[in-house]
């Protein structure tokens, strides 16, 4: 295109993206900028490290950072691993499949909070699944499910809450593949598990790689389910940026900050792996 095109196509572009980038440019700005000392609230601006190596130094900081890590990348993939046999399911519509799918989608609907919630009920010391377990005689007294270290019921509660958004966007990108290329592939003697690893995965990896990251990038800065949910020996990111800004705005610049590195690298890395993994004849 010539430069007269480009400059028409920027200007009718600006009034949309161009004030969702310089927003999201501003924040981002300031943020980075807090973190090294600057724009101050409560006294001087000076431009220094030492906020990045106060928080560097201490173990609440790298744990959470680990912690944030690990919920992020764990509910991406129990997702996307929960959706995929799914959307092969759905692939082709029978009898009740509208209804199945509306079903499975509903989660979509439910607030996180609520869901959190209404999660604790179940778990919690005299909840439900207690009192049904005690009923049934496998166990003699209750239980405490909730809040437990291994983070297993954030871990639930992220693959319950993103696993519909993962079979929305795999169901398309399944039912796009023809039928033709399917039938060959039986016919040339692939079992059920080989066309699904060359011929379905590296034909759907666009779509699986979106959900990986989208899934990855909110389950890794979830406050919600962590502060009702999570083990109350660790933090996550958001709950230590909050717990921080009571007593430095520097610090907790520093903190969202890392979630913005962490969800970036983190997307990158997921991208490139799940192309790695599912590189096939298909995906070339």
Known sequence: MTARRWITVLLLLAPGLGLIVGMIGMVVYIAVAQSFGLYNLNGESVLTVAHWAEMLDRKLYTRAVRYSIYIGVWSAVLSVALAYPLAIWLRKPFRGSITVGAILKAPLLVQGLVAAF???????????????????????????????????????????????????????????????????????????????????????????????????????????????????????????????????????????????????????????????????????
């Open 118 to 284: 209404l999660f604790i009920n179940v778990i919690s010391f005299h909840g439900i699944l207690n009192q049904f377990m005690q009923g049934i005689g496998l166990w003699d007294a209750p239980r405490r499910l909730q809040n437990d270290r291994g983070a297993f019921g954030v871990l639930f509660l992220q693959t319950w809450k993103n696993m519909p958004f993962a079979l929305l966007l795999l169901t398309g990108a399944v039912q796009a593949i023809p039928d033709d290329v399917l039938d060959a592939a039986r016919d040339m003697g692939a079992g059920t598990f080989a066309r699904f690893r060359k011929i379905i995965a590296p034909l759907s990896l666009s779509a699986m790689q979106a959900a990986l990251v989208i899934i990855f990038i909110g389950a890794v800065a979830d406050f919600s389910f962590q502060v009702i949910a999570g083990p109350t020996n660790r933090q996550s990111l958001a709950q230590l940026m909050v717990f921080v800004r009571q007593t430095s705005w520097h610090e907790a610049a520093v903190v969202g900050v890392t979630l913005m590195v962490i969800a970036l690298v983190g997307s990158l890395l997921l991208a490139v792996i799940a192309r790695l993994l599912l590189r096939g004849p298909a995906s070339r």
